[in-house]
């Protein structure tokens, strides 16, 4: 067990651009969970991982998505860090460049994984979008100075992944050894029921509301392990009525702090459940 520390050093800090990044929340969990001690550590939802990153679990991790290729990519950055970042000082920041690399098809999983580091930073917004053919089909960003990660950077990473398995599954698999004090956290895509806009395709399936109720049965398990969770969600009353089982319900959002009250108005707000105690 140990206690609950964050950090802000971007060395460590994730080397993806990720939609729905959780990056703002980081400095706010010291305040959500205190000095909560726990055993190992999950991330069933893993995307660019800022709070993985961030709280820097000291036991075992686990970080899975249903992405195949952000997986795979980070599991290149653990074994071949160097590799991939001689890979990427290849590529030129351009349009051309950009829709030449997308088209390419490599073989080479170092490569492949340079290629996907490489046009998330130059994409539009680093989001991750794939054609019925399963085609990565983002544009080109026009971004002047994109932060691609630096060698060090990526050997932080690849030091900072030693201790995690990495996997690719949904993430109801993804939580079968959760044991009694672990802390698992959850930042699944935010659909609500009846919206007609709600839905939000990351991989070539939706992630649908009957999603969100198997999530709902999880937590229910995790809770009834003795583990500790932590979910984010969409501010809908959909959420509320399927999530609110009497653990602590917070409302955060990016640029207020977080309390039972609600935020300022206009700043896309959203849910945070957990049965993390306070101190
Ligand atoms: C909101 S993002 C997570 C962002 C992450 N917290 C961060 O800070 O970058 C949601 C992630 O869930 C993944 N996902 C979607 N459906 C899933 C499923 N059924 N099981 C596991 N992962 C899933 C997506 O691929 C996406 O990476």
Redesign the pocket.
């Given at each position: 067990m140990r206690s609950l520390k964050t950090e802000k050093d971007e060395s460590v800090g994730?080397f993806?651009r990720?939609?729905?990044?959780?990056?703002w929340l980081l400095c706010r969990m010291p305040e959500i969970i205190g000095s909560l001690s726990y055993n190992n550590y999950y991330?069933?939802?893993?995307?660019?991982?800022?709070?993985f990153f961030g709280l820097n679990p000291a036991g075992k991790s686990t970080l899975?998505?249903?992405?195949s290729e952000?997986i795979a990519t980070y599991k290149q950055v653990k074994a071949n860090p160097i590799t991939i970042s001689r890979l990427l000082k290849r590529f030129d920041n351009s349009p051309e460049e950009y829709y030449k690399l997308r088209a390419r098809k490599y073989e080479d999983p170092a490569k492949k994984a340079a290629q996907f580091i490489f046009l998330n930073h130059t994409s539009f917004n680093g989001l991750?979008r794939v054609n019925s053919s399963g085609e990565y089909n983002v544009p080109y960003g026009f971004r002047e100075s994109p932060k691609i990660p630096s060698e060090d950077h990526l050997i932080n990473i690849s030091k900072r992944l030693g201790r995690t398995s990495l996997k690719v599954?949904?993430?109801?698999h993804?939580c079968e050894s959760v044991s009694k004090g672990d802390l698992v956290?959850l930042?699944?895509?935010?659909t609500v029921a009846h919206s007609n806009n709600g839905f939000?395709n990351?991989?070539q399936?939706l992630?649908a509301f009957e999603?969100q109720k198997r999530l709902a049965d999880l937590i229910d398990l995790l809770r009834r392990k003795g583990a500790y969770f932590i979910l984010?969600n969409a501010y809908h009353s959909s959420i509320a009525e399927l999530f609110d089982r009497g653990d602590r319900k917070l409302i955060t959002s990016r640029g207020n702090a977080i309390g039972g009250k609600m935020a300022k108005r206009g700043s896309a707000i959203e849910y945070l459940f957990t049965n993390a105690p306070l101190d």
């Amino acid at each position: 067990m140990r206690s609950l520390k964050t950090e802000k050093d971007e060395s460590v800090g994730p080397f993806l651009r990720w939609a729905g990044g959780k990056r703002w929340l980081l400095c706010r969990m010291p305040e959500i969970i205190g000095s909560l001690s726990y055993n190992n550590y999950y991330e069933p939802f893993v995307g660019g991982g800022s709070i993985f990153f961030g709280l820097n679990p000291a036991g075992k991790s686990t970080l899975s998505d249903l992405n195949s290729e952000l997986i795979a990519t980070y599991k290149q950055v653990k074994a071949n860090p160097i590799t991939i970042s001689r890979l990427l000082k290849r590529f030129d920041n351009s349009p051309e460049e950009y829709y030449k690399l997308r088209a390419r098809k490599y073989e080479d999983p170092a490569k492949k994984a340079a290629q996907f580091i490489f046009l998330n930073h130059t994409s539009f917004n680093g989001l991750y979008r794939v054609n019925s053919s399963g085609e990565y089909n983002v544009p080109y960003g026009f971004r002047e100075s994109p932060k691609i990660p630096s060698e060090d950077h990526l050997i932080n990473i690849s030091k900072r992944l030693g201790r995690t398995s990495l996997k690719v599954c949904d993430f109801e698999h993804a939580c079968e050894s959760v044991s009694k004090g672990d802390l698992v956290f959850l930042d699944p895509p935010y659909t609500v029921a009846h919206s007609n806009n709600g839905f939000v395709n990351y991989n070539q399936r939706l992630f649908a509301f009957e999603d969100q109720k198997r999530l709902a049965d999880l937590i229910d398990l995790l809770r009834r392990k003795g583990a500790y969770f932590i979910l984010t969600n969409a501010y809908h009353s959909s959420i509320a009525e399927l999530f609110d089982r009497g653990d602590r319900k917070l409302i955060t959002s990016r640029g207020n702090a977080i309390g039972g009250k609600m935020a300022k108005r206009g700043s896309a707000i959203e849910y945070l459940f957990t049965n993390a105690p306070l101190d």
